[in-house]
């Protein structure tokens, strides 16, 4: 299993980062040790700005190589939650040194998925998600603005990578992203229905 993500695919989210809007998906991947077991959430030790980012997730259910944009709603039968844990300080020496962000987001436990959700209860192209940090709402989005949705993702995703069954497409994060120091509980609803509940443990 692997866990694809993208990166600045709401216009808000690339802006209050400072970054520019992507002309295709930027893509980065997670290997599946990143995928935490648990819904408490270590600190890592190596950052001292660890940031959260909710988004909705993709769960692959049929093998997937170079999809056509038709047959893109074929290959996913599930949906979810999760959140991508960033270390951003580390993320800000890799990009001046102009290496890769491995160490700023694919180390254990940066990523946390909540149950699945059968696609087919909700409206993908107007789905309301928002996160809750110590009970004060952070972030708040809607897939009616990503700038690729799910379809071109997993189109423009194939062309590269095989997808396999249980691949995960973490399809990117609106504005909000924020601090969370050991302590804090982080919830994550979907369309106002409670999905996901961790907290960050020293």
Same mark, same amino acid.
């Given at each position: 299993m692997?866990?694809?993500c993208i990166g600045r695919n709401y216009a808000a989210h690339a802006a209050e980062l400072n970054n520019k809007v992507p002309k295709k998906p930027l893509i980065f991947m997670k290997p599946a040790s990143a995928l935490a077991s648990s819904s408490q959430i270590p600190y890592p030790d190596f950052t001292n700005d660890l940031h959260y980012e909710l988004e909705v997730l993709l769960f692959i259910s049929k093998e997937a190589k /170079?999809?056509?944009l038709e047959d893109a709603p /074929?290959?996913?039968d599930h949906i979810g939650l999760g959140i991508d844990?960033?270390?951003r300080?580390?993320?800000q020496k890799c990009k001046e040194k102009g290496h890769p962000w491995e160490r700023a987001k694919s180390f254990d436990n940066s990523a946390i998925i909540g149950q699945r959700m059968d696609k087919e209860k909700f409206d993908l192209e107007n789905l309301k998600f928002?996160?809750?940090l110590n009970d004060k709402e952070v972030?708040?989005?809607n897939t009616k603005d990503l700038i690729f949705d799910f379809n071109v993702l997993i189109q423009e995703v194939s062309k590269y990578f095989t997808l396999n069954v249980g691949d995960i497409i973490f399809t990117g994060t609106p504005a909000g992203v924020g601090p969370v120091k050991p302590g804090d509980r982080l919830q994550a609803s979907l369309e106002e229905e409670l999905y996901l509940n961790?907290?960050?443990i020293q």
């Open positions: 692997k866990l694809i /170079n999809v056509s /074929n290959y996913y844990f960033t270390a300080d580390v993320q928002s996160l809750l972030q708040s989005g961790l907290t960050i």
